[in-house]
């Protein structure tokens, strides 16, 4: 009889907002006279601009004609998009990336899930605590994890690096070196920042030890202040040592479109391999593209009216980031994120852990956030909102937090 993959087996519970969303529908079931409001994972609520949608409106019809219509798309995605994505956040930044080290994607969630493969078994990850659930979850499927640890609430076999009211909600560089390390800037779930000098602490580290760095720059669109970098590829020698990853769903709203890349820049090898050809490997082998269609819109985003579009979206979403801190602050939470992030992190009353909030919030004012353990242990005693939400709604819920 076939055995099943046993890293499987390990895997605690159901996927955070899987989790989240059982016990929020059997609420519901049992109340369907409450109005919930969900602040809880961090799905777009706005719909896609109108260059997007007269992008998607224009590539459906070329799909039409055979003189136009497409089939497979190239290996790493068409070169339209590669060449705006290039140009638009890389080198007007001052990054040196070129189209050729970019690979589109259905999704930042799915590359970041995806791209351990490429390294050894045995490679030793480190990830902040907390931390958004995937890079762990996917590397326990790896069998790189090792066992956990219920007193901890830790994987023994991966390196945490805290990231605590005490350093700003940034972590330290590892003691023990690991070879792998998500870093993910503005941050999910905290959304903390680090500077470009913090972040070049990193790069040289890499560097000195060999290590890779996943850079996970999902939220990089929602950066308000200046000194905090947009790339990891700001930094000198970035291109020796990072992968970075970025996604259409948070900037453009394409949560239900489907479209990201990844950059692996050809310099970038590890025991005299490239990692890019690695991952070209990869992608030729296990995935044929997203679609043109979607290409097209992702290109679309990029044009003077998208780029506007996209930039009143955001505007939009950080009006509620204000609306929560502002009314979180005022019920006398202490609150952190929100500036830079769509993401705000508050501790919880006294008295009251991560799920025991979770729990309150929902039956009490039927409002629905993310529990901060279900990141990692040192979210304990913390919770997340997001920005994500429509204006009305949002302030409904502060109002509703406010009375509690
Ligand atoms: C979150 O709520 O942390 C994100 O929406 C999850 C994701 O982007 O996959």
């Known amino acids: 009889m076939i055995n099943v993959n046993e890293n499987y087996l390990k ?3 159901s996927y955070l907002f899987s989790e989240i969303a059982k016990r929020v529908n059997a609420y519901s079931a049992a109340n369907p006279d409450k109005k919930i409001i969900r602040l809880g994972i961090g799905d777009v609520t706005q719909p896609l601009s109108p260059s997007v949608i007269k992008a998607l409106h224009a590539a459906v019809d070329e799909m039409a004609d055979a003189s136009t219509f497409r089939g497979y798309a190239p290996d790493l995605g068409y070169e339209f998009l590669r060449n705006a994505i290039a140009k638009n956040d890389y080198v007007d930044r001052g990054c040196d990336i070129s189209p050729d080290e970019i690979f ?3 999704g930042a969630k799915c590359d970041c899930g995806n791209i351990q493969e490429i390294f050894g078994s045995d490679a030793k990850v480190a990830v902040c605590d907390p931390v958004y659930p995937v890079y762990v979850d996917t590397n326990v499927m790896a069998g790189r994890a090792g066992d956990f640890d219920e007193a901890l609430g830790l994987w023994n076999r991966i390196i945490y690096m805290p990231c605590t009211k005490d350093n700003g909600f940034a972590p330290a560089l590892p003691a023990e070196v690991p070879d792998l390390i998500y870093l993910c800037f503005p941050n999910n779930p905290t959304g903390a920042t680090i500077t470009k000098a913090q972040l ?17 720059a999902a939220y990089e669109a929602y950066i308000s202040e200046e000194d905090v970098p947009h790339s990891i590829y700001e930094c000198e020698g970035a291109k020796e040592c990072a992968i970075e990853l970025r996604s259409f769903s948070k900037n453009a709203g394409f949560t239900g479109l489907r479209l990201g890349f990844t950059v692996i820049p050809k310099e970038l ?8 050809g690695l991952w070209a490997r990869r992608h030729g082998t296990k995935y044929n593209g997203a ?18 579009e996209t930039k009143e979206q955001i ?4 009006k509620n980031a204000k609306t929560i ?6 019920a006398g939470y202490e609150v952190s994120g929100g500036v830079n992030a769509p993401y705000i992190w508050l501790k919880t009353p006294e008295g009251l852990n991560s799920w025991e909030f979770f729990d309150e919030l929902l039956t009490k004012a039927n409002v629905v956030g ?10 304990e005693g913390y919770f997340r909102l997001t920005a994500f939400g429509q204006h009305e709604a949002t302030a409904e819920a502060l109002e509703r937090i406010k009375n509690l």
């Open 200 to 216: 070049q602490e990193w790069v040289d580290y890499a560097n000195k030890n060999g290590s890779v760095i996943l850079y996970d």
């Open 325 to 330: 801190l502002d009314g979180l602050k005022a």
């Open 11 to 13: 895997l605690r519970g």
């Open 315 to 318: 505007a939009y979403y950080m």
């Open 104 to 106: 589109v994607s259905d």
């Open 370 to 379: 993310t529990p901060g353990v279900g990141f990692g242990p040192s979210g």
């Open 269 to 276: 090898k590890r025991g005299g391999t490239a990692l890019h």
């Open 291 to 308: 679609p043109y269609i979607v290409q097209r819109a992702g290109e679309a985003v990029y044009s003077e009216s998208g780029k506007a």
